[in-house]
């Protein structure tokens, strides 16, 4: 292959295809972004051609044009709608990122004051969808309960499932905002054998989620607000990661025209894995495992080693080639959660902080480019606060709903966008004689 400065039109250069095999060559159009890489549009390979491309887990690969949110891995930057993260997360909270990642404008005083109303209005779920959790064993895992729970929103709210009708692809969206919360909270409740907490209109968005977790029916509860604020952070944080393997499920299920409720199942499933949301949890559990700085050499060479299949969990990203930003952000926080808990020499924190020490200062991990990610300090502020380690992964899909379902607005919106259907490259039998059951 070889890149032509030819430009064709529209302003765009071409890079052109040579077949040896056949004796044939193609001009394929050179897109350009905003920032970030150019894209080859390939749409025409096949028919022109007859080839596929191969690229398993794409990593070469655009699957669609997005508005929504930008990351430069090499230089640890990521933004949604042009804002850096770091201003988000100091600046802002959640509720005001979610409408900038729906609306792709920062909301006035007025416009987040009724989408928070809306958000807050919606927070209840059906009193009849209450009675699922009585299906569910005791230790269910609770993201078991989010996928079951969420696509069961489907089984309820039958007025916001017509995808072509604008105002019900609205309610569908304040719908699942305001009601995680909630469906999460409860997960945890029927767990740990308490009751249901009611959502109430009077506190944020994050202090209502701190209430139905931490409270019970015969105390009073006031959420500290450091914490309030911590938890907003951390969800600022994980609203939106453009184009990862759960928002790519959401848009792969949605592409099919499935309601907005079993589309965001799909995602919270396709986050529960240890390599993608689950990872908080594991780093945990590692770091549990550890348990002491002299142990971390053993670790590390672990880690490093072909022939075990161990890594080191909360390090190492597809896009990030540097400081997962938003790492840096949550270490921060980690800090300020512990001090205001009393618990600022905390020894997991501080184990944490000895490993990532170790780990950037090895060749192994420098060379490939190696480091903390979103996943990394989570768990320890998570933990301090008193969230169960199940609880983790949940805690990083109550806010990616937000994103989740911008970006399935965005495809639904996107004239391009056609159902996904990858292709692939058969490696399997040639055609051969049926061998009947005796002959076998
Ligand atoms: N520990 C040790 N080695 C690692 C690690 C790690 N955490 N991550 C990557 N590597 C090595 C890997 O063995 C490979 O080496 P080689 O080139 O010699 O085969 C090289 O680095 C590239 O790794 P990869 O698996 O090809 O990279 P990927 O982009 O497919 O995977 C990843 C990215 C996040 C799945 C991976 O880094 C990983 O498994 N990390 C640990 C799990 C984790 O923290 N996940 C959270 C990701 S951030 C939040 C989110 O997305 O939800």
Redesign the pocket.
Known sequence: MTASDKPNSGNTDTITVIDNKNNQRLDLDILTGEMGPDVIDIRKLYHDLDYFTYDP?F?STASCDSAITYIDGEKGVLMHRGYKIEELSSQSNFIEVSYLLLYGELPNEQELAEFEKDVKRHSLVDEQLIRFYNGFRRDAHPMAIMVGVVGALSAFYHDSQDISDPKQRHLATIRLIGKMPTIAAMAYKYAIGQPFVYPSSELSYTGNFLRMMFSVPAEDYVPNPVLERAIDCLFVLHAD?EQ??STSTVRLAGSSQANPFACIAAGIAS?WG????G?NE??LKMLIEIGHKDRIPEFIAR??D?KDPF????????VYKNY?PRAKVLRDSAHDVLSELGIADQPLFELALELEKIALEDE?FIK?K?FP????YSGIILQAMGFPSSMFTVM?AIPRTAGWISQWHEMLGDPVQKIGRPRQRYIGHGPREYVSMDER
Do not use: E, I
Not at 313 to 318: L, S, T, W
């Open positions: 887990g990593t990661h990862n393997a986050l240890p390599a993608h949301g990872a594991a780093v880690a490093k072909k890594r080191l969990m909360g390090f190492g990203h597809r997962d192994y490939k190696l990610n979103v996943d990394f990083f």
